[in-house]
Nanobody, 129 residues
Framework: QMQLVESGGGLVQPGESLRLSCAAS????????IGWFRQAPGKEREGVAC????????SHADSVKGRFTISRDGAKNMVYLQMNGLEPEDTGLYYC??????????????????????WGQGTQVTVSS
């Protein structure tokens, strides 16, 4: 099983920034699609951003466009989610997930278990004044 580990969450005030990281110990993250998802208590899990194998295409949810940026660092085997201008509505448990399907060469923000077969344990992001 692919083991994904998120880090970088924390408690911040509105307007501040965080950078989340997604790492894998025994697989190249550049070989899989990666999605960032978040879930607040009592709410459905929602897609935040995703990036394709090799980082050729990416997508961000409307709610975070202009504030969040997903990126890859192949040399470090990491995927990041830079979160700027954080708002209380961004509070939630953030997961990275991997889609190992080699086809099609796209990523999705829909958190289907059949698509994203591997999930990390989550890292908590709390935005509060």
């Amino acid at each position: 099983q692919m083991q994904l580990v998120e880090s970088g969450g924390g408690l911040v005030q509105p307007g501040e920034s965080l950078r989340l990281s997604c790492a894998a110990s025994d697989v190249s993250l550049d070989s899989v699609h990666i999605g960032w998802f978040r879930q607040a208590p009592g709410k459905e899990r929602e897609g935040v951003a995703c990036i394709t194998r090799g980082g050729f295409m990416w997508s961000h949810a409307d709610s975070v466009k202009g504030r969040f940026t997903i990126s890859r660092d192949g040399a470090k085997n990491m995927v990041y989610l830079q979160m700027n201008g954080l708002e209380p509505e961004d509070t939630g448990l953030y997961y990275c997930a991997a889609d190992p399907n080699p086809f099609p060469p796209i990523c999705t923000l829909v958190p289907r278990e059949g698509t994203y077969a591997h999930w990390g344990q989550g890292t908590q992001v709390t935005v509060s004044s």
